[in-house]
């Protein structure tokens, strides 16, 4: 039972385009939503995150854009660089209010083609 | 400031053998994560601790994973004994955040398990 999607697992994009990775989830009870990067051989490090009050925040190329009604998410990240290349995953919490039980997807792998 | 620390990155054990991980978060925080991620999914919380007291346990397989936090700093995490299905690496966590509140994790390197 996969309460956090990301049912994309690659997703490839040319240099100084757009790219969007998308999640889903399915529990209603969730209210803060969070993106995490993961380089080979690293650990995930925190990208952005939004809160269940806004549909949108932005962080320099980064934004976020949550649709409750839809359970959905998404990462904008404009222009893509050869260095954005990692795989991100969507993460979920607040059910119980616990923060550190964070429900992760399984990740999407970016590859940004020079 | 120093990162979260782990040790060691890598480990190849047989199964029914024992390991042990160790983390030591960044300085000051006070909450701290142990997360179990196996090949091709996400990290999955094993147990969270606040200080030196264990605030969610719910997924750890208590029949042969155990984790310490003694003097709320360093932690230990232990598995015995191992089986085929523990293969993955185990990440460590910190966050100056408490139970209940949100706030970015910090995590380390990870510790990647083979279990033969």
């Known amino acids: 039972d996969q309460q956090v999607k990301q049912n994309s697992p690659s997703l490839s994009v040319q240099e100084g385009r757009i790219s969007i990775l998308n999640c889903d989830y399915t529990n209603s009870m969730f209210d803060y939503f969070l993106w995490y990067k993961k380089y080979p051989a690293e650990g995930p490090t925190f990208l952005i995150s939004i809160s269940s009050i806004k549909d949108k925040n932005e962080d320099g190329r980064f934004t976020v854009f949550l649709n409750k009604s839809a359970k959905h998410l998404s990462l904008h990240i404009v222009p893509s660089q050869p260095g954005d290349s990692a795989v991100y995953f969507c993460?979920?919490?607040?059910?119980?209010?616990?923060?550190?039980?964070?429900?992760f997807g399984k990740g999407t792998k970016l590859s940004v083609k020079p | 400031e120093a990162g979260v620390a782990q040790s060691p990155r890598y480990k190849i054990i047989e199964k029914r053998q024992s390991v042990a991980f160790w983390c030591n978060p960044i300085?000051?925080?006070?909450?701290l994560y142990w997360y179990q991620q196996i090949l091709g999914q996400g990290p999955k919380l094993l147990i969270q601790?606040?200080?030196?007291?264990?605030?969610?346990d719910s997924q750890l397989p208590k029949d042969r994973f155990s984790a310490e936090r003694l003097k709320g700093v360093d932690s230990t995490l232990k598995i015995q004994p191992a089986k085929l299905e523990d293969s993955a690496v185990y990440l460590c966590?910190?966050?100056?955040?408490?139970?209940?509140?949100?706030?970015?994790?910090?995590f380390g390197e990870g510790s990647r398990l083979t279990v033969l």
């Open positions: 993460a979920a919490s607040g059910y119980g209010g616990s923060q550190g039980n964070l429900i």
């Open positions: 966590a910190s966050s100056s955040h408490g139970y209940g509140n949100t706030g970015e994790l910090f």
């Open positions: 601790f606040q200080n030196n007291g264990v605030v969610d």
């Open positions: 300085s000051g925080h006070a909450t």
